[in-house]
């Protein structure tokens, strides 16, 4: 059996009517206070500007002393036919309804429109079925809540009026004032909404030019990016790629190379290939934002022994020593530690040719401490430990690079994101001292992931 089709009319009063439901049946009874002015949409200095945030409560309880006005104007509820009570009835329940809408404006309008009946009983006027008072006070509250909600529910509060109006017109026979009051609230609900509306549509338009603003932003700073990904693959990768296949190709170029000759270019290639490495995971981070990195691990102090190693065959002669009890550290802190390290030692290799240097790792409570320490420069760069017959000693020479300054920096930055401490300066003897704290919670070292140093 096939559902029926329902007909495209059938679909626009269900949603009409689910749209009724919503905005004046759903949480009548829920509490939405008025808001203030931002400041900024204030536009006036000083104390005057703190004041007026607070203009649209001051514009409803103007409209509810209108309300009270007009219905003690109009002559009602006159002291000898109704007595004192019914004529402060007359214009207080509708002002009340007015002052409502600052906290419950669906509720506000509903009260508005129920006490409308008893309104024409008490006020003992022969205009039916809108006291002076309800005019006003009735138009207040929807043109209130028509600039606190939606369109749509202004139009639907305006359709039930007029239909409460034909019915009470038709039901009690009186004058009738019905087609002034719909005229009247009808153009000010409508000049209400179209001015929210508008008001809408304009933020709207702000909104959507911020984040077109931000997207063009974000593309201009992603080509940028590119741009210089593909300057640095341009000059760097070109040239280390070449440094690795001439490494590879040198010790064939010589006929009997001695075993050191042969590990020196090894040595150099594989640094090559691992800097290769490196560059090509900056650039994809470089290149796009939603670039994943390998899954290849990070170093952690557990590779410092290579690292360390590795800077040995270069001719500098390091010490590693570490006190405290050993642990398992977030991979943020064993990356960091283990860069820092590596661009001190980097220094030391560039800035003091023949130094010796010295590594300490301590593991405290708190954290975790590095103390980076070199000697001054002899110019002499000693022969790997390994093959101390054999290497040829190297005379003098200058440091490889003054830098660009750019080591210390980084340095500084990874400590300042794990919001750490660093030190660095050079030493009495001539030398350069670097000395870091890593902060580490214990909750944060207890849940290190295991297996990562490995």
Not at 267 to 289: K, S
Not at 386 to 392: Q, V
């Amino acid at each position: 059996m096939t559902e029926k089709t329902r007909s495209p009319e059938f679909h626009l009063a269900q949603n009409a009517l689910q749209g009724l439901r919503v905005d004046l049946f759903q949480d009548v009874f829920a509490y939405r206070p008025l808001p203030p002015l931002r400041r900024e949409a204030a536009r006036l200095p000083g104390r005057a500007g703190q004041a007026s945030v607070w203009l649209p409560h001051g514009v409803v309880l103007a409209l509810a002393a209108l309300t009270l006005f007009t219905a003690y104007a109009g002559g009602f509820g006159g002291w000898d036919a109704r007595g004192e009570f019914a004529w402060a009835l007359t214009g207080f329940l509708p002002a009340g309804a007015v002052l409502l809408t600052l906290v419950r404006p669906v509720l506000a309008w509903w009260c508005s429109l129920g006490m409308t009946p008893m309104m024409v009983v008490l006020s003992g006027a022969g205009w039916s079925p809108w006291p002076p008072g309800s005019i006003v006070g009735h138009t207040a509250v929807m043109a209130v809540v028509a600039a606190r909600t939606r369109p749509r529910t202004a139009a639907w509060m305006w359709v039930l009026t007029a239909l409460y109006s034909m019915f009470a017109e038709a039901s009690m026979g009186w004058q009738s004032n019905t087609v002034e009051m719909l005229m009247f609230s009808g153009v000010v609900v409508a000049i209400v909404a179209l001015v929210s509306a508008n008001r809408d549509a304009r933020r709207e338009v702000v909104a959507e030019r911020t984040v077109t603003a931000v997207e063009r932003d974000r593309r201009t700073l992603l080509e940028e990016r590119t741009n210089i990904a593909r300057e640095l693959h341009d000059v760097v990768a070109h040239h280390m790629s070449v440094v690795a296949i001439q490494a590879e190709a040198a010790p064939y170029r010589v006929e009997n190379p001695p075993p050191e000759l042969a590990q020196a270019f090894a040595t150099i290639r594989e640094n090559a290939v691992i800097a290769l490495t490196e560059l090509r995971r900056v650039l994809g981070v470089v290149r796009a934002e939603d670039y994943e990195a390998p899954d290849a691990p990070q170093p952690t102090l557990a590779d410092l022994d290579r690292l360390i190693a590795n800077v040995r065959e270069t001719g500098l002669a390091v010490e590693k020593a570490v006190t405290g009890g050993v642990r398992e550290l977030p991979q943020g802190v064993e990356l960091s530690a283990y860069r820092i390290v590596q661009e001190a030692l980097s220094n030391s290799l560039r800035h003091a040719p023949g130094a010796t240097a010295r590594v300490e790792i301590g593991y405290v409570l708190g954290g975790l401490g590095l103390r980076i320490v070199n000697g001054p420069a002899t110019g002499l760069v000693k022969p790997p430990a390994r093959h101390p017959a054999t290497a040829p000693q190297r005379g003098l020479r200058p440091p490889l690079s003054m830098g660009a300054g750019h080591g210390i920096t980084g340095m500084r930055e990874r400590v300042g994101m794990l919001d750490g401490e660093m030190t660095a300066g050079p030493t009495a003897d001539g030398g350069y001292e670097v000395t870091v704290f890593l902060p580490v919670p214990l909750a944060a070292a207890a849940n290190a992931p295991e297996g990562e140093a490995a």
